[in-house]
Every structure is written in C-alpha cells, then in structure tokens.
C-alpha cells in the first residue's frame, strides 16, 4: 500500500503509553484519509452517551494521502473529536506542520485517549513519544505557548495547542498552530484541555511513502507555480478572504447586530482595500504559494491576523466598524483559544438578548472595549463568562423567553458571517452543513447571488450544496489540503485526482471522491443519530430569526423579504431525495448498503431506527 503509511499512532494520557497500529487497504481506500479516517476510527472507538469531555473521548488528528508531499495546498490537518458543543462528531482544519512531520514520523493519525494527571506536552518523534510536563505554561495563551515551545523545538516542526479557553472547557474553543492559524471550531481545545494536554510537538524523519515520487514531485512543483501564478494574477491574496465583505454588505448579506440587519454603510471601512492597506506582514500555511494570512496592529500594537469570517462575526456583527478594534477582539480569541465565530456570535446574541430584556447585563452593540473584558470573562469562565462560554444554545435554554429564536446556530454550533434571511441556498448550506452551522462545505452564495435565482428554492440549490459539499467536506477534507487553490484562484479540481493517483498507484476519477465523500456525509449523520435517536428534519433548519418577517431588511432591494418555512422545507426535501435520505434526514438503509456501509448501518441500528 503506498500513498499511505499505512499506520497509526495511538497515544494513551492516563498510562502514558502508546501503540503503532497498522491499517488496512480497504480501510485506506474507503474512508481515504482526513476526515474519513477521522469520522470512521471515532464511530468506531467511542461509545454513544460519552462525555465529550470526559477521558474517554478521543481526540483524532488525520491527514490525507497526498498531505506531507509539496503540491497545493497540502500543509493542512483535521483535528476531530465527540463536540462538547454539538455532542456529536465535529472537526475542524487548519494549517500545520504536522501535516508532514506526522506523515515523516511514518503515521497518517494520531489518536489521543485518557486523560493526563498534570498538564502535559506530548513529543513525538518518528516511533518514540515523550510525555512532558507543560505547567509552566497551564494558565497561558497561545502565543506565551508556541514561545516557549520554540525555545526548545525549531519552527518547522509540528505544534498543535491550546489556551486559557480550551483549559477551561470553553465549549468552542479551538486548537491553534502557527501564526494566525485556529482550527477545531465546535470546542476541539476543550476536548485536549479536558485532557490536561496543552500541547503536541511532532518531528517525523522519514520518507513518505509514494508510489511515483518523481512524477508527484514534478506535477506538485508545477501545481505550486501555477496556484502562485494564478494568484498573481487574480490578485486574489491582496485582499484574500475579506475580498467578499464589500460584495457581502452590498448584496445585504453581511452580519450586522446579531444577524439583525443585512448590512451598513460603516461595513466598507473594514473592506479587504482597507485592510491590506493596514497590512503589517503575511502569513501562510506550509506548502502555499499564495499565502492569505494578512495581519495588521491590533489597538493595543499587537499583530493580530484578520479574515473575513473575524471581521464579519466580531466587527459587524457587534456592530463595531473599527478595524484596529476588531483586531483587538480577534487578537484576544487567538491567544485564549476561543473560535471567533462563535465568540462574535455570543456577543451578539448577549447584546441583542441585553436589548430585548431576555437577560440582564451591561454590554451594548458597538461597545468593543467591553467586548474584550468579556472574552477573557468568556476564557476563564469567570463570572457571566460561565455561561458565555457554552455557546449560544445553551445561553439560549437559560434564558428562555423566546431567546432561541435568534440564537444563531445550527445543532448548536454559531453559524459563520454570511446573514441567509433572503439567501435560501446558502440557508439551506447552513442547515445540512455536517457539523452544524458552518459555511466551509457549501459556500453556495455566490452561485446563488451571480448564477442563479436568489429568491428561488429549487432543486438547483439543492443539487448545487450537493456539488460542493462533496468537493469541499469531501475531496479537500478527505485528501487534506487547502480549498483555496480551487475556489478563490481557479486552479483545476482535476489535477486532485492526479496527485493521488502519483502518491498511491490507483487510478481514481472525481467521481471516486464524489462517492468516498458520500460515504463520509453518510457516516457523520449515523453519528449525530446514534447520539439523538429523536432526531427531527427540524434540526436541519436554520435559525428562527431569518424567517421573522419583523426581522427582514426595512428598506434596500430585500426589504421584506424573510425565508418562508414552507419553501424552505421543500428544499431541505429537494435535498433529502437527491442525497436518498429519508424523510427525517438519514441515510435509508439502500443508501448505506450502495456505500458499502451494511456494517455501519448495523451499528446505528442498535440505538434507533433507520429506514
Ligand atoms: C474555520 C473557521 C474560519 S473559516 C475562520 S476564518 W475562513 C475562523 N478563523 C479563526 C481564527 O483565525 N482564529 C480563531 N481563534 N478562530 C477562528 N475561527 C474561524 O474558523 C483557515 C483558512 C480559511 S480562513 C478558510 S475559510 C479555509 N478553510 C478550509 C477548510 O475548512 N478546509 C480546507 N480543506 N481548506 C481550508 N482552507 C481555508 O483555510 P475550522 P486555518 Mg481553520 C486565526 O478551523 O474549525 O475549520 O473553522 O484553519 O489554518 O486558520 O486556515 O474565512
Ligand atoms: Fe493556508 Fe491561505 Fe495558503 Fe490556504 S491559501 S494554504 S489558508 S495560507
């Protein structure tokens, strides 16, 4: 079996031990790699009930067949866990040296298990792991972290860790790497805080296994030139993801107030021109050529990197409009550790809470030095912080009245910076998004807004989430690499298949990932019903708020307009049908059988029923 190492490295915390584990070719080739690897080992291993954050969840970092080897983008990794959030399988994907170190260390995973009795670094390197004491940093953020990381361990190796925010459970908290680097949104840092392991140091010395060596160093050599060319000349990465906020305030689709307004005319002073005229310095993961992390001086002079989703859920969101100070907010979720997502969408929804006298407190829109005393209230779960901290829906069920409405999440999880009131598709992406609300797997809305009918709720938009879903929490989640060669730059999806061919001797076509990824969507839905056996198509809906005629847009081209249910239900069926789901929104038992997974469908059979 070549492409892949063929095992992995299981790390157990409460004994200190660990194993090397070799996998099977039909394990390699059915889940293929990422998220794959990762939603299939914690189907497998973890017990539905557990406590998320209890030493028998597992945390999973998984990479590809192709990560590790230079071709675009390929320095990512997936970090996945049971949500403490959500409660069911969630995951995230950020850039790492661990992409190639772990595969250099002869492992395409690493599985985390037990719990640590003190706070603890793990070191591997090739077969040998060290269990460090990290005390001396318990209590510091990130950056103090990587610091003191590097004092011992050059650059170039593989750091994975977390902050205050993932030490104290903080139910979104994220994993960070490098330099404006954060994944694991729905609460991966509590999940290894909750594992006293502040941090993972990888070096890996070997060779990564290839099946053609040569021709995937020429074709990935030649694939990094062109991805940098093609950059060169869009110019995409002047502006790179915050290139959408004007585009967004224009077509009203921007946050604004808790998701309250549509857009603003303050929004362009925080626009992609503005912020790559305040640039200071870029960063990027490893193995890119067009390197997108763009920071700027925060208000207080530290270096803070913005992107769209951060100035979109904790600048306009909040109704702040000042991107120093927005960078401040930012600067603060990366160094406790907190998702900026869901961090913005918990302000929002505590000021628009505070407005509506669904609770009490003192924080206003606009009020961005208030906000940061509240992120570190959220981090250290001090105070309203505590509460603060578990995110939106459970800020939600304590507060009653009719709260739940506008808190904006989908399973739990915030959803990202795109405001779906008059935006069906992109809706409907938010609400059959695997992990819950999230934009990453189906960024339907520039199809929607530039090639289609806005205010349509056809079967196109269905087909179109779909499409993407398979290309982007599919074949990039699966493989591991980076999306933006492809879908800001316009680098070709076929030469993905190419790589992977090279790397491991198959002949695979898109249409081989297309169904790999089915078999993957598949999966995480048996996750989330084995956890919810109660499960309703009414957990695929959106948030109440963007149905609420009261709450749609008062003047501009969708003054009035709001999503309907009735329609929205029918597009939610357009999808069920095209995907062959049923009318709760599983997989049918035909469904899983065509995917091979009769195994699997047994599993999920003994908790609830499938049809
Ligand atoms: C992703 C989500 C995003 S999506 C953003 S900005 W984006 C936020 N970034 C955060 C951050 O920064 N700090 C922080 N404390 N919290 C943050 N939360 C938010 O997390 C990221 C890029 C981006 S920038 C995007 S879209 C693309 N995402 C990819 C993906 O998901 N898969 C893939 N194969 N390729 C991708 N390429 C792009 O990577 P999550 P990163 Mg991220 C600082 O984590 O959980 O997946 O949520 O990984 O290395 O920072 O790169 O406008
Ligand atoms: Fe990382 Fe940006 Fe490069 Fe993607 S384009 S690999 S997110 S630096």
Redesign the pocket.
């Known amino acids: 079996m070549k492409g892949w190492t063929g095992y992995i490295l299981r790390v157990n915390l409460t004994d200190k031990t660990w194993k090397k584990e070799a996998f099977t070719e039909e394990f390699a080739t059915t889940w293929v790699g990422g998220r794959g690897f990762a939603a299939k080992i914690l189907f497998d291993e973890l017990k539905p009930g557990i406590d998320p954050l209890g030493p028998e969840n597992k945390l999973v970092v998984a990479l590809g067949p192709i990560s590790g080897i230079p071709a675009p983008n390929t320095g ?1 990794a997936v970090v996945a866990a049971k949500s403490p959030l959500t409660g069911f399988y969630g995951d ?4 790492t040296h661990v992409s190639s170190q772990l595969r250099k260390a002869g492992y395409d995973a690493l599985i985390v298990e037990g719990k640590a009795a003190k706070p603890t670094m793990i070191y591997i390197e090739d077969d040998k792991v060290e269990f460090h004491d990290a005390s001396e940093v318990w209590g510091k953020g990130t950056y103090a972290t990587n610091e003191w990381i590097h004092k011992t361990y050059p650059k170039n190796l593989g750091v994975l860790n977390i902050g205050q925010g993932g030490e104290n459970k903080v139910l979104y908290s ?1 994993i960070r ?1 490098m330099e ?6 729905p609460g991966m840092g509590a999940v290894m805080g909750s594992k006293m392991l502040k941090a993972i140091v990888v070096k890996g010395t070997k060779a990564i296994p290839q099946e053609k060596p040569e021709e995937m160093k020429q074709m990935g050599a030649a694939g990094l030139k062109e991805a940098y060319n093609l950059d060169q000349k869009s110019g995409w990465s002047k502006q790179s ?1 915050n290139a959408v906020l004007a585009w967004c305030n224009e077509v009203n689709g921007l946050p604004v107030q808790n998701m309250r307004k549509t857009t603003h005319p303050e929004a362009p002073k925080m626009d992609g021109e503005r912020l790559n005229d305040a640039r200071v310095a870029t960063y990027g ?1 490893p193995s890119c050529t067009m390197h ?1 992390g763009i920071t700027i001086h925060d208000k207080e002079g530290r270096e803070s ?1 913005l ?4 100035i979109g859920m904790l600048g306009s969101n909040l109704n702040v409009f000042d991107l120093k100070q927005v960078g401040s907010l ?1 600067y603060l ?2 160094d406790y ?5 869901s961090a913005g969408s918990v302000l929002g929804f505590y000021a628009d809470a505070i407005e509506r006298g669904a609770t009490t407190g003192d924080f206003k829109f606009g009020d961005a030095e208030k906000g940061k005393v509240l992120l570190g209230q959220i981090a250290k779960r001090e105070g309203v912080g505590n509460l603060l901290a578990d995110g939106t829906l459970r800020m939600a069920k304590a507060w009653g009245k009719d709260s739940i409405n506008y808190a904006m999440q989908v399973k739990g999880l915030e959803v ?1 910076a795109y405001n779906c009131k008059s935006i069906p598709g992109q809706a409907l992406a938010n609400g059959v998004a695997a992990i819950g609300g999230h934009h ?1 797997e189906a960024w339907i809305i520039t199809f929607e807004l530039k090639n289609s009918k806005r205010e349509s709720y056809g079967p196109e938009k269905a087909a179109k989430v779909i499409e993407l879903q398979r290309i ?1 929490g599919g074949l ?2 699966l493989l ?5 060669p492809w879908v800001e730059v316009g680098y070709s999806l076929e030469n993905y298949p190419k790589f992977f061919n090279a790397a491991t001797g198959l002949n695979w076509t898109l249409e081989d990932f297309w169904k790999a990824a089915d078999r993957g969507y598949a999966l995480i839905k048996l996750h989330y019903l084995r956890e919810f056996p109660n499960a309703t198509r009414k957990d695929d809906y959106p948030p109440a708020v963007w149905f609420d005629k009261a709450n749609a847009d008062t003047d501009g081209p969708q003054k009035g307009v709001a999503l309907e249910y009735d329609k929205y239900d029918s597009l939610l069926q357009h999808y069920y049908d095209q995907r062959g789901y049923d009318q709760r929104g599983f997989p049918t038992k035909e469904l899983l059988a065509k995917l091979g997974m009769q195994k699997e469908a047994a599993a999920v059979e003994k908790y609830a029923k499938l049809s």
């Open positions: 990512k995230g994907n950020l850039g994220v790497s404006g680097r954060a994944g694991g949104r993801t993961c997108c990197e992107d769209y989703e951060n930012n979720c990366d550790g907190l998702d900026t997502i990202a990453r982007r990039f989640e591991v690499a980076c999306r933006f």
